[in-house]
């Protein structure tokens, strides 16, 4: 990374992998090391942007099956479009801009209503050409997955403090439906996969790694990255 030079690093994460916590532990850390540092979450819960993802994974529109894949794309790629402006801003101005989660949410998520392989990658490729050539949206530098089962997750996500955006339920719609947090999860290795997404695993020989030991697979990564 040029000093003069901002780099784009978003943090993705199946359901349940503690995403949240790695995200604020990899801001603490990088900071410490002198970068600075501008923070983004997506969805923008509360703002005007994320209105329609809101209802969506309140179940207004129906099951997340119903909606389907493309539909819901455009619910977050606008939520994404109206904070370009002010992530090119901060990119511009050197900083390190840290997203907790991007596109490749999208391609997780949604990628995993299809079935078919080579449909799921068609499904990849729109979703990229809408968002980075049509809607013009920033493409991250570093995209980097952490990964747990997805039958694992599903227990963590029930420990998680209520959620004003799912109006105080433990479950979103995703969350809800075991078969869809399955398929999500082969839809981000296999995504990750074919664009060579660094991931990171938090669960190995039947034992949950630690906060600590995940950000710590993590911060190897983007140190290397910016050593570059």
């Known amino acids: 990374m040029k000093s003069n030079q901002g780099y784009f690093i978003v943090l993705e994460g199946t359901d349940g992998s503690g995403k949240t916590t790695q995200f604020k532990l990899l801001v603490n850390s990088l900071r410490r090391l002198g970068y600075k540092v501008a923070t983004v979450d997506f969805p923008q819960y509360g703002k005007p942007s994320a209105y329609f993802v809101e209802q969506y994974l309140n179940g207004r529109y129906g099951s997340a099956d119903k909606v389907g894949p493309y539909r ?44 078919n392989l080579s449909e799921r990658k068609k499904y990849w490729q729109w979703l990229f050409n809408l968002e980075y050539k049509i809607l013009g949206i920033p493409k991250p530098d570093l995209n980097i997955l ?52 660094p991931v990171v ?25 910016l050593k570059k």
């Open 72 to 115: 819901a794309s455009f619910f977050y790629a606008l939520d994404r479009f109206q904070a370009t402006k002010e992530i090119k801003k901060r990119l511009g101005q050197g900083k390190i801009v840290l997203s907790n989660r991007f596109t490749l949410s999208n391609a997780g998520h949604q990628g995993g209503k299809i079935n």
């Open 146 to 197: 952490v990964h747990m089962p997805a039958a694992v997750a599903q227990k963590l996500v029930d420990k998680k403090t209520p959620r004003a955006y799912i109006r105080g339920k433990k479950r979103d719609v995703h969350e809800a439906d075991l078969k869809h947090l399955k398929q999500a999860e082969q839809s981000f290795l296999q995504v990750s996969k074919m664009f060579k997404v």
């Open 201 to 225: 695993e938090c669960y190995q020989q039947q034992k949950l790694l630690t906060p600590k030991e995940i950000h710590n697979k993590v911060f190897i990564i983007v140190k290397k990255q």
